[in-house]
Protein backbone atom coordinates (compact mmCIF):
# COMPACT_ATOMS: atom_id res chain seq x y z
CA UNK A 1 0.00 0.00 0.00
CA UNK A 2 0.83 3.56 -0.80
CA UNK A 3 1.55 6.10 1.58
CA UNK A 4 -1.23 8.05 0.28
CA UNK A 5 -3.54 5.49 0.95
CA UNK A 6 -2.78 4.31 3.83
CA UNK A 7 -2.58 8.24 5.34
CA UNK A 8 -6.13 8.83 4.16
CA UNK A 9 -7.67 5.51 5.90
CA UNK A 10 -6.07 6.03 9.40
CA UNK A 11 -6.96 9.68 9.85
CA UNK A 12 -10.35 9.05 7.91
CA UNK A 13 -10.63 6.12 11.00
CA UNK A 14 -9.38 8.27 13.96
CA UNK A 15 -12.04 11.04 12.74
CA UNK A 16 -14.73 8.43 12.25
CA UNK A 17 -13.95 7.57 16.39
CA UNK A 18 -14.00 11.08 17.72
CA UNK A 19 -16.12 13.71 18.67
CA UNK A 20 -16.89 17.12 19.36
CA UNK A 21 -13.42 18.74 20.43
CA UNK A 22 -11.37 15.72 20.06
CA UNK A 23 -12.81 15.50 16.70
CA UNK A 24 -11.78 19.14 15.60
CA UNK A 25 -8.16 19.09 17.41
CA UNK A 26 -7.31 16.74 14.66
CA UNK A 27 -8.92 18.49 11.35
CA UNK A 28 -7.18 21.62 13.38
CA UNK A 29 -3.57 20.31 14.41
CA UNK A 30 -2.66 17.80 11.51
CA UNK A 31 -1.19 20.65 9.54
CA UNK A 32 1.97 20.78 7.01
CA UNK A 33 4.31 20.19 9.80
CA UNK A 34 2.31 16.88 11.14
CA UNK A 35 1.84 15.66 7.89
CA UNK A 36 5.50 16.52 7.41
CA UNK A 37 6.61 14.14 9.90
CA UNK A 38 4.49 10.62 8.88
CA UNK A 39 5.49 10.90 5.75
CA UNK A 40 8.88 11.43 5.78
CA UNK A 41 9.94 10.03 9.26
CA UNK A 42 7.01 7.34 10.46
CA UNK A 43 6.22 6.12 7.16
CA UNK A 44 9.42 5.93 6.72
CA UNK A 45 11.11 4.32 9.92
CA UNK A 46 7.73 1.77 10.54
CA UNK A 47 5.34 1.31 7.30
CA UNK A 48 2.32 1.88 8.75
CA UNK A 49 0.40 3.24 11.45
CA UNK A 50 -0.41 0.91 13.56
CA UNK A 51 -0.27 2.37 17.42
CA UNK A 52 0.13 6.02 16.32
CA UNK A 53 -2.56 8.42 17.39
CA UNK A 54 -2.53 12.10 16.24
CA UNK A 55 -3.65 14.84 18.60
CA UNK A 56 -4.16 12.68 21.31
CA UNK A 57 -5.85 14.48 24.24
CA UNK A 58 -3.71 14.22 27.42
CA UNK A 59 -4.12 15.98 30.84
CA UNK A 60 -1.71 18.09 32.17
CA UNK A 61 -0.61 18.63 36.23
CA UNK A 62 -3.00 21.00 36.57
CA UNK A 63 -5.33 18.80 34.79
CA UNK A 64 -6.21 20.68 31.88
CA UNK A 65 -6.72 19.21 29.10
CA UNK A 66 -4.99 19.27 25.95
CA UNK A 67 -3.32 17.73 23.17
CA UNK A 68 -0.03 16.48 21.97
CA UNK A 69 0.81 15.98 18.53
CA UNK A 70 1.20 12.14 18.23
CA UNK A 71 1.10 9.45 20.51
CA UNK A 72 2.53 5.66 19.70
CA UNK A 73 1.15 3.52 22.15
CA UNK A 74 2.92 0.16 22.23
CA UNK A 75 1.89 -2.22 25.25
CA UNK A 76 1.95 -0.03 28.62
CA UNK A 77 4.86 2.06 26.96
CA UNK A 78 3.90 5.29 25.46
CA UNK A 79 5.97 7.72 23.15
CA UNK A 80 5.36 11.37 22.97
CA UNK A 81 5.87 13.19 19.44
CA UNK A 82 5.67 16.75 19.48
CA UNK A 83 6.81 18.66 16.29
CA UNK A 84 8.25 22.03 17.27
CA UNK A 85 7.69 25.02 14.48
CA UNK A 86 10.00 28.38 15.85
CA UNK A 87 6.96 30.63 14.72
CA UNK A 88 4.41 28.87 17.10
CA UNK A 89 6.58 27.87 20.24
CA UNK A 90 10.04 30.44 19.99
CA UNK A 91 7.96 33.56 20.10
CA UNK A 92 5.43 33.56 22.87
CA UNK A 93 7.38 33.00 26.21
CA UNK A 94 4.56 31.76 28.18
CA UNK A 95 3.63 29.01 25.78
CA UNK A 96 7.30 28.05 25.12
CA UNK A 97 7.62 27.40 29.11
CA UNK A 98 4.01 25.86 29.35
CA UNK A 99 5.32 23.37 26.51
CA UNK A 100 8.48 22.90 28.67
CA UNK A 101 6.27 22.16 31.81
CA UNK A 102 4.13 19.95 29.84
CA UNK A 103 6.94 17.52 28.12
CA UNK A 104 8.62 17.71 31.93
CA UNK A 105 5.37 16.60 33.21
CA UNK A 106 4.27 13.77 30.58
CA UNK A 107 7.67 12.26 31.57
CA UNK A 108 6.96 12.17 35.01
CA UNK A 109 3.85 10.03 33.55
CA UNK A 110 5.84 7.35 32.07
CA UNK A 111 6.03 8.93 28.76
CA UNK A 112 8.88 9.25 26.68
CA UNK A 113 8.72 12.38 25.09
CA UNK A 114 10.58 13.58 21.83
CA UNK A 115 10.39 17.62 20.44
CA UNK A 116 11.27 17.34 17.28
CA UNK A 117 12.03 20.54 14.84
CA UNK A 118 9.89 21.14 11.60
CA UNK A 119 13.19 22.90 10.24
CA UNK A 120 14.88 20.14 10.75
CA UNK A 121 12.64 17.74 9.01
CA UNK A 122 12.30 19.77 6.28
CA UNK A 123 15.75 20.29 5.84
CA UNK A 124 17.91 17.27 7.25
CA UNK A 125 15.15 14.41 7.92
CA UNK A 126 17.93 11.84 7.38
CA UNK A 127 19.18 12.68 10.78
CA UNK A 128 15.92 12.85 12.30
CA UNK A 129 15.17 9.74 11.05
CA UNK A 130 18.39 7.93 12.12
CA UNK A 131 17.98 9.40 15.77
CA UNK A 132 14.90 7.83 16.39
CA UNK A 133 15.63 4.66 14.57
CA UNK A 134 18.48 4.46 17.52
CA UNK A 135 16.40 5.57 20.15
CA UNK A 136 13.37 3.78 19.63
CA UNK A 137 15.42 0.39 17.95
CA UNK A 138 14.16 -1.96 21.12
CA UNK A 139 10.70 -1.50 20.32
CA UNK A 140 10.32 -2.04 16.80
CA UNK A 141 11.20 -5.28 16.16
CA UNK A 142 8.17 -5.85 18.11
CA UNK A 143 5.80 -4.02 16.47
CA UNK A 144 6.80 -4.69 12.62
CA UNK A 145 3.70 -4.69 10.44
CA UNK A 146 1.52 -3.51 13.77
CA UNK A 147 2.06 -6.66 15.22
CA UNK A 148 3.57 -8.31 17.97
CA UNK A 149 6.06 -10.78 16.81
CA UNK A 150 8.18 -10.76 19.64
CA UNK A 151 8.13 -14.18 22.09
CA UNK A 152 7.14 -12.44 25.72
CA UNK A 153 9.13 -13.31 28.36
CA UNK A 154 7.70 -12.25 31.03
CA UNK A 155 3.77 -12.48 32.33
CA UNK A 156 1.73 -9.25 32.09
CA UNK A 157 2.38 -8.44 36.40
CA UNK A 158 6.24 -8.99 36.15
CA UNK A 159 6.01 -6.53 33.81
CA UNK A 160 3.96 -4.03 35.55
CA UNK A 161 6.63 -4.74 38.16
CA UNK A 162 9.36 -3.74 35.86
CA UNK A 163 7.51 -0.78 34.88
CA UNK A 164 6.66 0.03 38.35
CA UNK A 165 10.17 -0.28 39.38
CA UNK A 166 11.56 2.51 36.92
CA UNK A 167 8.92 4.80 37.81
CA UNK A 168 10.86 4.68 41.42
CA UNK A 169 14.50 4.97 40.77
CA UNK A 170 14.76 0.98 40.15
CA UNK A 171 13.20 0.18 43.50
CA UNK A 172 10.21 -2.16 44.42
CA UNK A 173 8.72 -1.97 48.23
CA UNK A 174 6.19 -4.98 47.81
CA UNK A 175 3.76 -2.61 50.66
CA UNK A 176 3.93 -0.04 48.28
CA UNK A 177 3.69 -2.03 45.16
CA UNK A 178 1.02 -4.38 46.30
CA UNK A 179 -1.46 -1.24 47.32
CA UNK A 180 -0.23 0.80 43.81
CA UNK A 181 -1.20 -2.14 41.62
CA UNK A 182 -3.93 -3.21 43.73
CA UNK A 183 -2.56 -6.70 44.67
CA UNK A 184 -1.96 -8.66 47.84
CA UNK A 185 1.21 -8.42 49.38
CA UNK A 186 2.34 -11.93 48.89
CA UNK A 187 1.57 -11.83 45.28
CA UNK A 188 4.16 -8.91 44.85
CA UNK A 189 6.28 -10.71 46.37
CA UNK A 190 6.01 -14.20 44.60
CA UNK A 191 6.77 -12.15 41.35
CA UNK A 192 9.42 -10.46 42.38
CA UNK A 193 11.08 -13.64 43.84
CA UNK A 194 10.70 -14.62 39.93
CA UNK A 195 11.95 -12.30 38.42
CA UNK A 196 15.31 -12.25 40.76
CA UNK A 197 15.71 -15.55 39.09
CA UNK A 198 14.90 -14.59 35.67
CA UNK A 199 17.55 -11.94 36.41
CA UNK A 200 15.76 -8.63 36.37
CA UNK A 201 15.32 -8.12 39.95
CA UNK A 202 18.24 -8.20 42.52
CA UNK A 203 16.41 -8.93 46.57
CA UNK A 204 17.51 -5.89 48.84
CA UNK A 205 18.40 -7.05 52.31
CA UNK A 206 18.52 -4.64 55.27
CA UNK A 207 20.18 -4.96 58.61
CA UNK A 208 22.43 -8.08 60.12
CA UNK A 209 18.72 -10.35 59.81
CA UNK A 210 19.15 -9.43 55.67
CA UNK A 211 15.64 -9.34 55.83
CA UNK A 212 14.76 -8.48 52.33
CA UNK A 213 12.64 -5.49 52.60
CA UNK A 214 12.56 -4.30 48.36
CA UNK A 215 13.99 -5.66 44.99
CA UNK A 216 15.64 -3.32 42.69
CA UNK A 217 15.30 -3.81 38.67
CA UNK A 218 18.68 -4.20 36.99
CA UNK A 219 17.57 -4.65 33.80
CA UNK A 220 17.79 -1.71 30.85
CA UNK A 221 15.08 0.53 30.83
CA UNK A 222 14.71 0.15 27.17
CA UNK A 223 14.04 -3.64 27.09
CA UNK A 224 11.69 -4.97 25.32
CA UNK A 225 10.92 -7.14 27.73
CA UNK A 226 8.88 -4.37 28.93
CA UNK A 227 6.34 -4.29 26.25
Not at 139 to 163: C, H, P, S, W
Not at 192 to 198: D, F, M, Y
Not at 204 to 221: A, F, N, R
Amino acid sequence: MSFEIEHEKWLKEHLSRRRGERKDALLRGHGYGNQLFVEKIWWTLMGHFAGLHPEYEVRDWRGRSYFVDFIWILGALRFVFEIMDYGSHGKDRSKYRSDLNRALFLQSQDCHVFHISLDEMKENPSFVLATLRSILAPYLAANRDGTEIINRKFGKVERQLMLLAIRHDRIVCPPKAASELEMHKQTVIKYCRQLVEKGKFRAIPTGVTGKIYGYEYIGSIQSPDLI
